[in-house]
């Protein structure tokens, strides 16, 4: 994982002061797309569209069904930047440089594995709050000496995923009435690459973990220690190989667009504010 230590406050302002003189859009959303999710770029209007190839001291992203591109755009009249594709912990990068970006409030979608009794394949869990198991074990993003420029050196991570947005994501799916497929649950981060055996799959359901990936939880503490809102929605899904992720994510690809869309559009977002 590249840690504070490796690369430098600095190296992410180069970064993103790049990207910044590329595009004219200051984006106060970022969004990033699960397996498989990566057309909720998409949605966006007036896009600038960066492969992480093109931009200067970034890295790549080698997972299939994340294409690599960072999309700046507009959704609903608000900012936004998409990153097609992430950076699993396995892959050895995290995120900090999206918050030099200017970024207020960070959506993350996933494609994961359920765990709870109760979900089916393909349901939309959101996110209440997660397990960072790495992170608990020492194999943490914010792990090396701290830049005080970045945030604090001990982050709070208590409430993390916001109560109100989360609120506001529940109201959109009653009035796109498909609140028969939504869940809200605790998301459980392993380190991966490899799926969980069966005995690590009822360890994990006997702590009370609804779903687990190997994502979401090491951005989530980023960008908390960066100041950031954080929602989330993933879908929930059964199978354990990534073949079989991807196809279950497209089923519900078209609903967590319009559900990021109209939940972007909620958002109390000044486009011009520095
Ligand atoms: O979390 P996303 O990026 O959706 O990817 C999920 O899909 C991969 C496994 O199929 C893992 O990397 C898991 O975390
Ligand atoms: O079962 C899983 N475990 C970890 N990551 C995953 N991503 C999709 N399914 C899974």
């Known amino acids: 994982m590249h840690r504070k230590d490796q690369i430098c406050h600095d190296d992410y302002q180069q970064t993103a002061s ?5 595009t004219q859009h200051r984006p106060k959303v970022a969004i990033i797309c699960g397996s498989g999710l990566g057309m909720l770029a998409d949605a966006l209007k007036c896009q600038d569209s960066f492969p992480y190839s093109d931009i200067p001291g970034f890295p790549q992203s080698t997972v299939q069904g994340h294409a690599g591109r960072q999309v700046f755009g507009e959704l609903k009249e608000k900012m936004c930047v998409c990153m097609q594709g992430r950076f699993h912990m396995h892959e050895g990068h995290s995120l900090c440089m999206v918050s030099l970006l200017g970024v207020e409030t960070l959506i993350v979608t996933n494609a994961e594995g359920s765990l709870a009794d109760s979900y089916q394949v393909g349901d939309i869990m959101i996110i209440k709050d997660h397990i960072n198991f790495p992170g608990l ?6 792990n090396g000496p701290n830049d005080d420029k ?3 050196r001990f982050p709070p991570m208590s409430g993390v995923y916001d109560k109100d947005l989360r609120k506001i994501a529940f109201d959109l799916c009653k009035s796109m009435d498909v609140s028969q497929v939504v869940q809200e649950g605790v998301y459980c981060m392993v380190g991966g690459p490899n799926f969980e055996t069966i ?16 994502s979401t939880a090491p ?5 908390t220690q960066c100041g950031n809102k954080v929602v989330k929605s993933y879908d929930d899904i059964e199978p ?5 992720v991807l196809e279950v994510s497209k089923l519900r690809s078209h609903m967590l ?4 869309t109209e939940l972007v559009s909620w958002m109390d977002i000044n486009n011009n504010a520095v």
Request: glycine fraction near 10%; aromatic fraction near 4%.
């Open 18 to 22: 790049w990207l910044l003189s590329q």
């Open 137 to 142: 074990a020492g194999l943490n993003p914010l």
């Open 150 to 152: 970045f945030g604090p």
């Open 199 to 214: 005995a690590e799959a009822r360890l994990l359901h006997r702590l009370g973990v609804d779903a687990v990936g190997m």
């Open 219 to 223: 951005e989530v503490v980023v960008a």
């Open 240 to 244: 354990v190989n990534h073949e079989a």
């Open 257 to 260: 667009q319009t559900l990021v």
